[in-house]
């Protein structure tokens, strides 16, 4: 057998591996777009028949399981979460990549610990925050942001690390090179430039703040009324949702509830991408 022959066939070979390994990509993307597609299909097909004004209704009573109180709630709770994590998320992260030494040992410890925490089951955030932080608060909304905060952080944490990583170290190099100091470099040069990265993890917190039902059942509760304060107790949409599949008497309004949430997600993702878009222009043209 001649090198050429033999020089053929492990090319041939690759080629074929290629192919296979595309289709297999190809057919991943398909499925997951399919089970995606059918999933809110699903959804809205259930849930739109059943959307009626009666449950955008300000009271909510056994006659008339209205979900304005949950709507309420849930941008409260989202609020007031993102208040407590995006600074702390985004400061740490500006710490490991931009202050802590390379050779720093914690820093390791600090990455493992936060991918650890992710993985965490939220029941478990559930039982620490009603046992912690309503010790404290009491089955209030603030006990449900906190403990909130604290399942989101590692996430902003990461995602935001990694998009300080991926901003080229040229462009601090440039800053310093003009007379600006460290702090000013981040944020006016790092920042902007990390800021749809950051988003990403944002958006990533607000999908789980919204969907989250376990912890906020042991610290938020179960109270059917718009909270007015941050320490009254309330329901969210997902809570709200889960109660009334739970309970059997009201499946249909449980899915016109579930459209709602599919519609507030969609909806805050793309105001949180117009946003990123637009600071990404805005610091190109500076």
């Keep these: 057998m001649t090198k050429v022959e033999s020089g053929e066939k492990v090319i041939k070979k690759n080629q074929i591996t290629a192919g296979i390994w595309r289709g297999i990509t190809i057919f991943s993307a398909v499925l997951t777009v399919l089970v995606l597609g059918f999933l809110i299909v699903y959804i809205l097909v259930k ?62 410890v600090i990455r493992m ?4 925490l992710t993985g965490i089951p939220s ?40 998009a300080l990583l991926s901003v080229p170290k040229s462009y601090r190099e440039g800053s310093f090179g003009l007379g600006a100091g460290k702090l000013r470099t ?10 749809p ?9 607000i999908g789980r703040i919204v969907g989250e039902t376990a912890a906020l059942i042991y610290t938020a509760g179960t109270f059917t009324k718009a909270a007015s304060s941050i320490f009254n107790s309330g329901r969210t949409l997902s809570v709200h949702m889960y109660l009334l599949s739970k309970e059997g008497l009201n499946t249909d309004q449980a899915y016109a509830t579930a459209v709602v949430l599919l519609v507030l997600v969609i909806f805050i993702n793309f105001i949180s991408g117009r946003i990123a878009s637009g600071v990404q222009k805005q610091h190109g043209e500076a």
């Design 186 to 195: 981040i944020f006016k040069i790092v920042l902007p430039a990390a800021m």
């Design 197 to 205: 990265g950051i988003f990403s993890g944002i958006v990533l917190s």
């Design 47 to 108: 849930g739109v028949p059943h959307l009626t004004p009666e449950l955008f209704a300000w009271e909510y009573d056994s006659e008339n399981v209205s979900m304005l109180p949950a709507l309420i709630n849930t941008l409260e709770m989202t609020i007031l979460t993102l208040v407590v994590a995006i600074p702390f998320g985004i400061g740490s992260a500006i710490y490991l990549v931009e202050y802590a030494s390379s050779k720093n040992r914690f820093v390791p």
């Design 123 to 162: 029941i478990v955030y559930g039982l620490f925050g009603m046992l912690f932080f309503n010790s404290m608060f009491g089955i209030s909304m603030l006990s449900g942001a906190l403990t909130l905060a604290i399942m989101v952080l590692p996430v902003i944490m990461r995602t935001t690390e990694e």
């Design 113 to 116: 610990t936060a991918e650890t």
